[in-house]
């Protein structure tokens, strides 16, 4: 493919107004493979800004928040804008560590193509990896860049064997660098073309190859037009190609374009940002002639507010309006700021739209709609906003002071309201438990986790009543060390950690009777209550039952509920450690009481005294609760994991092969084990592993455990 339009002017960046001149593009990669560097010097190369920032000294337009300053990693997917050759480019910046994999999942749901970084440094990881095999799954065309081609260690070889190794046979590189030295990157030789690209006076001329550099080209050259030809439907095209016809590089053109747009075929190309720009016009040219417009792309599922599918939605700016709020941000002067992609129709300040959540229920949200009125349009570049006067089908805007409005909602025509299929989202199983640190910090809190909240479709909040700890669900450490930085900095709350508390259980072991006596005569009207209770285990997950076998009225009937409601007031509150007790049946079979002192308040006490004394002579057991864990892990892993796991007090159920060359490995395990479990197993699998949960059952906690338990509780 060849390029000889040159970079754009400067501006412009409001495109079109029609999706066939709009591409949506998510830069994917693992931390540090260079995304946000590549979108810096693209950037200024289409004239977009004048100078290209650094990661490394905060001053690049994409990582412009505090925390990404300080950390020189992105953590928040960010937009950014260039027009190149009459198309804009909206390039989605992507987080390209696993704790943020909520902000990449947002920007494939925004984008309608998926351009991976690659660094000829490092080759291709494990995370890169399940990115590709995600990307694969939603059938997101993509195309692979290598960078990082100017680093004294750059191997662009090997890191395309990486590549072929890891994403299949249909990657194939479009171009071949040609290098002076380690670091030292010359030009580019088109292998469709044949012309070498030369960039060695700092501007980019096109002329003939030199003799020494076309051999390793024509190797290349003919595997990559048989990748084309069989992606092509042109039947002959192959038997001409075999009998030694000479193809038209505009008809191998035409068929790439086709066979990348559709997701078939994956081009490679090479860039190195602090090289003269090498490969940024072919790297233009392949995200404008190559990746699908909105228009191309299929339309994520559309229902009615009842739940009615609405087919033949197409990307038309003239359509019904249909808009998803991809990312919610807070600004401490504008407020809330909604970065949304317009499907369908074409957003306008001042009007009125509606607002269709899907309720984030497994987030503590329940389901809203309302009406809201669009504020000002603009299109964002890193932390500016400038106003745009509409947003058109296929485009991507931010919308200030949406107010009901979290990530993943939907708007739409408030007298024609729609609901888009959600995007999936991984679940946080990381807890961390907080605490406000003053009284004043506390009345700020809830607020704020609230907004965070709507913010963050990956982070949950959980108030448990049974431990009575405030419990943030993360992704991991570094995304729970990103929210609590965010409510000190960002809402000025002060929170401290606490060491988790698992909601354990107690239970008694026998049957065993018992006796509460409350009496108390103080010569005015006194209390008087005799109760006998017999208590035994029942089978675990039965609960609690109450049995009245008392005969001949030693107790009176009115006083009967009055036992059970002091026997169940006790069990909330155990007997051992202060842990609920379950699973046991109280039979009550004799009393005594007094026609003046008995009342109900003197029952509950005697029942309460009873359960004591019963429950310390059968003796009593602590439960601890027990997940289910489905671990996933690559084949190289699996040994390590069921050790890891065998450790933790678990048992192995079980392993099962999946496609990819990984491995499912189910296993019950306690709580108490796995509470950083979601830290430990990305450590071991090096960032590729995942789990999910699901509780099973309560089983006895080992008596050194209980033993342990019970004192820390004294």
Same mark, same amino acid.
């Given at each position: 493919?060849?390029?000889?339009?040159?970079?754009?002017?400067?501006?412009?960046?409001?495109?079109?107004?029609?999706?066939? +001149? $709009?591409?949506?593009?998510? *830069?994917?990669?693992?931390? =540090?493979? @260079?995304?946000?560097?590549?979108?810096?010097? /693209? &950037?200024?190369?289409?004239?977009?800004?004048?100078?290209?920032?650094?990661?490394?000294?905060?001053?690049?337009?994409?990582?412009?928040?505090?925390?990404?300053?300080?950390?020189?990693?992105?953590?928040?997917?960010?937009?950014?804008?260039?027009?190149?050759?009459?198309?804009?480019?909206?390039?989605?910046?992507?987080?390209?560590?696993?704790?943020?994999?909520?902000?990449?999942?947002?920007?494939?749901?925004?984008?309608?193509?998926?351009?991976?970084?690659?660094?000829?440094?490092?080759?291709?990881?494990?995370?890169?990896?399940?990115?590709?095999?995600?990307?694969?799954?939603?059938?997101?065309?993509?195309?692979?860049?290598?960078?990082?081609?100017?680093?004294?260690?750059?191997?662009?070889?090997?890191?395309?064997?990486?590549?072929?190794?890891?994403?299949?046979? +249909? $990657?194939?590189?479009?171009? *071949?660098?040609?290098?002076? =030295?380690? @670091?030292?990157?010359?030009?580019?030789?088109? /292998? &469709?073309?044949?012309?070498?690209?030369?960039?060695?006076?700092?501007?980019?001329?096109?002329?003939?190859?030199?003799?020494?550099?076309?051999?390793?080209?024509?190797?290349?050259?003919?595997?990559?037009?048989?990748?084309?030809?069989?992606?092509?439907?042109?039947?002959?095209?192959?038997?001409?190609?075999?009998?030694?016809?000479?193809?038209?590089?505009?008809?191998?053109?035409?068929?790439?374009?086709?066979?990348?747009?559709?997701?078939?075929?994956?081009?490679?190309?090479?860039?190195?940002?602090?090289?003269?720009?090498?490969?940024?016009?072919?790297?233009?040219?392949?995200?404008?002639?190559?990746?699908?417009?909105?228009?191309?792309?299929?339309?994520?599922?559309?229902?009615?507010?009842?739940?009615?599918?609405?087919?033949?939605?197409?990307?038309?700016?003239?359509?019904?309006?249909?808009?998803?709020?991809?990312?919610?941000?807070?600004?401490?002067?504008?407020?809330?700021?909604?970065?949304?992609?317009?499907?369908?129709?074409?957003?306008?300040?001042?009007?009125?739209?509606?607002?269709?959540?899907?309720?984030?229920?497994?987030?503590?949200?329940?389901?809203?709609?309302?009406?809201?009125?669009?504020?000002?349009?603009?299109?964002?570049?890193?932390?500016?906003?400038?106003?745009?006067?509409?947003?058109?089908?296929?485009?991507?805007?931010?919308?200030?002071?949406?107010?009901?409005?979290?990530?993943?909602?939907?708007?739409?025509?408030?007298?024609?309201?729609?609901?888009?299929?959600?995007?999936?989202?991984?679940?946080?199983?990381?807890?961390?438990?907080?605490?406000?640190?003053?009284?004043?910090?506390?009345?700020?809190?809830?607020?704020?986790?609230?907004?965070?909240?709507?913010?963050?479709?990956?982070?949950?909040?959980?108030?448990?009543?049974?431990?009575?700890?405030?419990?943030?669900?993360?992704?991991?450490?570094?995304?729970?060390?990103?929210?609590?930085?965010?409510?000190?900095?960002?809402?000025?709350?002060?929170?401290?950690?606490?060491?988790?508390?698992?909601?354990?259980?107690?239970?008694?072991?026998?049957?065993?009777?018992?006796?509460?006596?409350?009496?108390?005569?103080?010569?005015?009207?006194?209390?008087?209550?005799?109760?006998?209770?017999?208590?035994?285990?029942?089978?675990?997950?039965?609960?609690?039952?109450?049995?009245?076998?008392?005969?001949?009225?030693?107790?009176?009937?009115?006083?009967?509920?009055?036992?059970?409601?002091?026997?169940?007031?006790?069990?909330?509150?155990?007997?051992?450690?202060?842990?609920?007790?379950?699973?046991?049946?109280?039979?009550?079979?004799?009393?005594?009481?007094?026609?003046?002192?008995?009342?109900?308040?003197?029952?509950?006490?005697?029942?309460?005294?009873?359960?004591?004394?019963?429950?310390?002579?059968?003796?009593?057991?602590?439960?601890?609760?027990?997940?289910?864990?489905?671990?996933?892990?690559?084949?190289?892993?699996?040994?390590?994991?069921?050790?890891?796991?065998?450790?933790?007090?678990?048992?192995?159920?079980?392993?099962?092969?999946?496609?990819?060359?990984?491995?499912?490995?189910?296993?019950?395990?306690?709580?108490?084990?796995?509470?950083?479990?979601?830290?430990?197993?990305?450590?071991?699998?090096?960032?590729?592993?995942?789990?999910?949960?699901?509780?099973?059952?309560?089983?006895?906690?080992?008596?050194?455990?209980?033993?342990?338990?019970?004192?820390?509780?004294?």
């Amino acid at each position: 493919m060849t390029d000889k339009k040159g970079p754009a002017p400067a501006g412009g960046t409001a495109g079109a107004g029609q999706p066939d +001149s $709009v591409r949506n593009v998510a *830069l994917v990669g693992h931390s =540090g493979s @260079g995304k946000t560097t590549l979108v810096e010097a /693209l &950037l200024a190369y289409t004239g977009a800004i004048q100078r290209a920032g650094r990661v490394e000294d905060g001053s690049t337009v994409s990582d412009f928040d505090e925390v990404e300053v300080r950390q020189q990693r992105s953590v928040n997917l960010t937009l950014a804008p260039v027009l190149h050759a009459g198309v804009k480019l909206n390039l989605l910046d992507t987080p390209g560590y696993a704790d943020f994999t909520g902000d990449l999942r947002a920007g494939l749901r925004a984008a309608d193509a998926a351009l991976f970084t690659v660094p000829a440094t490092d080759g291709v990881d494990g995370l890169t990896q399940m990115l590709w095999e995600e990307c694969a799954r939603v059938g997101m065309p993509r195309a692979v860049v290598i960078t990082k081609l100017d680093h004294q260690r750059a191997d662009f070889d090997e890191a395309l064997r990486a590549c072929q190794d890891a994403f299949g046979e +249909s $990657v194939a590189p479009l171009y *071949l660098p040609v290098t002076d =030295g380690p @670091g030292q990157v010359r030009g580019l030789i088109g /292998l &469709l073309s044949g012309k070498f690209f030369d960039y060695s006076s700092g501007t980019r001329t096109e002329r003939d190859p030199d003799p020494a550099d076309t051999d390793r080209a024509d190797d290349l050259r003919g595997s990559l037009i048989e990748g084309i030809i069989q992606e092509s439907e042109d039947e002959t095209l192959m038997d001409r190609y075999l009998s030694g016809e000479d193809i038209d590089p505009k008809v191998l053109i035409e068929d790439l374009e086709t066979a990348v747009a559709r997701g078939s075929f994956y081009p490679v190309l090479a860039a190195s940002s602090f090289e003269g720009g090498v490969g940024f016009a072919e790297l233009l040219e392949v995200m404008t002639q190559a990746f699908p417009a909105p228009s191309e792309h299929p339309m994520p599922g559309v229902t009615t507010l009842d739940g009615k599918p609405v087919p033949g939605l197409a990307s038309d700016p003239k359509g019904p309006l249909l808009a998803e709020v991809i990312k919610t941000t807070s600004d401490p002067y504008v407020g809330r700021i909604s970065l949304v992609r317009v499907f369908s129709g074409t957003l306008r300040p001042d009007a009125t739209v509606h607002v269709s959540g899907h309720g984030m229920a497994e987030r503590g949200h329940a389901d809203h709609d309302s009406d809201e009125r669009i504020g000002a349009l603009t299109s964002p570049l890193g932390k500016q906003q400038r106003p745009v006067a509409q947003c058109p089908a296929g485009d991507i805007c931010a919308v200030a002071k949406l107010g009901s409005a979290e990530t993943g909602d939907t708007l739409s025509d408030k007298d024609q309201p729609l609901l888009m299929e959600p995007w999936s989202m991984p679940d946080p199983l990381l807890p961390v438990a907080i605490t406000a640190k003053s009284k004043a910090d506390e009345d700020k809190m809830s607020q704020a986790i609230n907004r965070l909240v709507a913010e963050d479709p990956t982070l949950r909040m959980e108030n448990n009543s049974e431990t009575r700890q405030l419990v943030l669900w993360c992704m991991g450490e570094a995304h729970s060390d990103l929210l609590l930085d965010r409510l000190s900095s960002r809402y000025g709350v002060g929170v401290e950690t606490r060491e988790l508390r698992v909601p354990l259980r107690e239970t008694v072991a026998g049957k065993a009777q018992g006796m509460g006596r409350n009496v108390k005569q103080t010569g005015g009207h006194g209390e008087y209550g005799v109760c006998h209770i017999e208590i035994e285990p029942m089978p675990s997950g039965d609960g609690f039952e109450f049995v009245d076998k008392v005969v001949g009225g030693v107790v009176p009937r009115q006083f009967i509920p009055s036992v059970e409601k002091g026997v169940r007031a006790q069990l909330e509150q155990g007997v051992l450690a202060g842990y609920p007790m379950v699973d046991v049946r109280v039979t009550l079979f004799d009393g005594k009481a007094h026609s003046v002192d008995s009342s109900d308040m003197a029952f509950q006490k005697a029942g309460k005294l009873a359960l004591r004394d019963a429950a310390d002579k059968a003796k009593v057991l602590l439960l601890e609760p027990v997940d289910e864990l489905s671990v996933l892990v690559a084949d190289e892993y699996v040994g390590a994991v069921m050790s890891d796991l065998s450790s933790r007090r678990g048992r192995v159920l079980g392993t099962e092969p999946v496609a990819g060359g990984r491995t499912l490995v189910k296993a019950e395990v306690p709580q108490l084990e796995i509470t950083r479990y979601a830290i430990d197993l990305r450590s071991m699998s090096h960032g590729t592993g995942s789990f999910s949960r699901n509780y099973l059952r309560y089983e006895p906690l080992p008596s050194h455990l209980a033993d342990k338990m019970a004192k820390s509780e004294d």
